[in-house]
Structure formats: structure tokens, C-alpha cells
């Protein structure tokens, strides 16, 4: 699938898909913010590269290329790019809204 905006600073690649899984790769440049938000998917974000400070239910953490974390569902989270760099987020169930 194609690049798409996402943000302010940021875009968004779903890399594959079914029902029950998604992998999404998405590109942030330097300050561009992912606004915090919640879905019931559960999420494990790795980091590609660059640098995050990534929010999850009010605990920030920076993460850097190498570094992961698990988002559960319904759970208020959102990230800062510190440094221009890569997401790999996966999601399940896959993000319907993504497609």
C-alpha cells in the first residue's frame, strides 16, 4: 500500500494485513508528535530508528532504535519524535480504519 499523511510530520505504510493481525510502518519527522489517543487494538510498537518519548497511560519513556513496547487496549498513549525515525507498529485485531 502507498505512504499516506498521518500528521503533521508524519506518514503512515501498511505494510500487510488479515483479520486478526497489521503491520504498519510509520516515518516521523524531528518534533513531529503522534497525538495521544486509545483503541481497543493492542499494539507493540519497535522502533526502526530515531528517537521517541513515548506516553503509555501517563508513563513516558524514550525509546530508541532497538527499543519496543506494548500499547494494551484501550489504553491512552501517544509519542513524540526526538529524533527522525521509524515506527513498526503491529496491531491486533488489524485496524479496519487503516484500509
Known amino acids: 500500500m502507498p505512504w499516506v499523511p498521518a500528521g503533521a510530520g508524519v506518514q503512515r505504510q ?7 493481525l497489521m503491520l504498519v510502518k510509520v516515518a516521523f519527522e524531528t518534533g513531529a508528535v503522534g497525538a495521544e ?20 497511560g501517563g508513563e513516558t519513556r524514550v525509546l530508541r532504535a532497538g527499543d519496543s513496547c506494548v500499547v494494551p487496549g484501550n489504553t491512552l498513549h501517544g509519542t513524540a519524535c526526538r529524533q527522525a525515525g521509524v515506527l513498526l507498529d503491529a496491531f491486533t485485531p488489524m485496524r479496519a480504519d487503516f484500509v
Not at 14 to 20: G, I, T, Y
Not at 37 to 56: D, K, L, N, W
Request: aromatic share 12%; proline share 7%; charged share 10%.
Open 37 to 56: 489517543h486509545q483503541h481497543p487494538h493492542t499494539q507493540i510498537s519497535y522502533v526502526e530508528s530515531g528517537e521517541f518519548a513515548y506516553t503509555i
Open 14 to 20: 501498511v505494510l500487510a494485513h488479515s483479520p486478526e
